[in-house]
């Protein structure tokens, strides 16, 4: 029998990558999945229906906010691993939604330990645990982060995942859960959100490059992040939970931009100057931002044996040309959409 694994978040961006990673190595997967309208399948759709759909991948309702659904599908999924990756990760909207996003992505994760270690103590048989923490929890500790850097958060978001991180040490040392947290430095992909900047920023190149009369609004334009390759850091994920004991890693890449660096990469691949099609809006600065994350992963290479394989510029070069390839399907379909 192959091992099995429950994905909360599956329909992220973090989710769908890694629901393929474990069903490529022959696991069961489970996915959690809240109803909303519409739905929002996007990401996992071709693993659901179509040619590369799989029957290794089964699907289940529920809602981080409740705990007797968390502890029902536990149960059902009956998993050797649980990556707990659900979450409101957006850090900007945590602002205007300080709560939902404490009840999500901190107490959610409270819930779903709860969960698991229920589970492990009624099936008296070990489940490992993976908790998605980020770099956002570093917030205004200077860079280069590491493992033994002070977590001073700069956002609820950020106060949540610490939350988080401490439960699920907790959890570890009280009660001996195999739990690991993963501190992820920001990674991206084609499957990115569109509110975030990277992904923002790609497609706004890709459909000013076709309508040069559109514009993109932007607000820090001088923050730096150490931007890496989702696919890459799934695996790390999994790395975590493949160890003889649990642990903490950071994983990053090391390499630190900002978000001008990122605008030369998208709109100089489109052969545009983004200094001729960017506004900054006020409206989009945060009342607090991080400046400067970069991460420090010798301890990921050392003992997880992990290294990013893609480049920042590789990267964004990759989705900048997926969304001109959605600017064109768009624009066949349903005529040119004017906002960004
Ligand atoms: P994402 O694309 O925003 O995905 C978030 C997932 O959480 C989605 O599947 C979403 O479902 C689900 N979710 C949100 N609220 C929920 C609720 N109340 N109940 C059940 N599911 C809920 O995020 P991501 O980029 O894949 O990131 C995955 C995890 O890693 C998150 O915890 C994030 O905070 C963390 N992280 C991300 C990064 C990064 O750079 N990407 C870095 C460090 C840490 P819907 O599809 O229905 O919205
Ligand atoms: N989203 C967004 N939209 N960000 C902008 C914009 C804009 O229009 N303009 C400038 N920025 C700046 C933000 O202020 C921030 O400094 C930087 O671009 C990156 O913003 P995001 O892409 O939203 O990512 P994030 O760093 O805030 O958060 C992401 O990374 C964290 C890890 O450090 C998310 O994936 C979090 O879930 C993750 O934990």
Redesign the pocket.
């Known amino acids: 029998m192959g091992k099995s694994a429950l994905i ?9 990558y890694l629901a393929e990673f474990l069903l490529a190595r022959g696991y069961r997967v489970h996915g ?3 109803r ?1 309208s519409p739905a ?2 996007a ?1 996992i759709a071709h693993l659901v229906e179509g040619p590369e759909r799989s029957s290794d991948l089964l699907l289940h309702d ?5 705990p007797l659904a968390l502890r029902a599908i536990a149960e059902r999924a009956d998993p050797d691993e649980v990556y ?7 850090v900007g909207l945590s602002f205007t939604q300080p709560e939902t996003t404490i ?3 901190g107490l ?1 994760a409270v819930r779903m330990l709860e969960a698991v270690r229920g589970h492990r103590d009624r099936s008296r048989r070990e489940v490992r645990y993976y908790q ?5 929890m570093f917030g205004g500790s200077p860079a280069p982060q590491s493992e033994v850097t002070p977590f001073r958060p700069r956002s609820p ?1 950020g106060c949540a ?1 610490v939350l988080a991180h401490q439960a699920t040490l907790i959890a570890r040392e009280a009660y001996g859960l195999f739990a690991c947290n ?7 992909s084609p ?3 569109e509110e ?1 900047v990277t992904r923002k920023v790609a497609r706004a190149a890709a459909r000013i490059r076709v309508d040069p009369a559109e514009r993109l609004a932007l607000g820090n334009l001088e923050a730096r992040r150490d ?2 390759y ?1 696919p890459d ?1 799934v695996e790390a994920m999994w790395r975590m939970l493949q160890q003889d004991a649990p642990g903490d890693w950071v994983v990053a890449t090391g390499v630190t931009h900002s978000v001008r660096d990122l605008l030369e990469v998208a709109f100089g691949h489109v052969g545009l100057d983004w200094r001729d099609h960017v506004d900054v809006d006020r409206a989009l600065l945060r009342p607090l931002d991080v400046d400067d994350l970069c991460g420090d992963a010798t301890r990921a290479r050392r003992e997880l044996g992990w290294r990013p394989r893609q480049r920042f510029e590789d990267m964004i070069v990759e989705m900048t040309e997926r969304e001109v390839e959605r600017a064109a399907i768009d624009d066949a379909t349903h005529g040119s959409r004017r906002e960004i």
């Open positions: 909360t978040g599956i329909t992220g961006q973090d989710g769908s959690l999945v809240r909303r929002t399948l990401r529920g809602d981080l906010g409740d707990h990756l659900a979450a409101q990760s957006h009840q999500t992505t959610g998605a923490g980020s770099s956002e978001y995942k993963g501190i992820l430095f920001n990674h991206e499957r990115r959100g975030f931007w890496g989702a850091f």
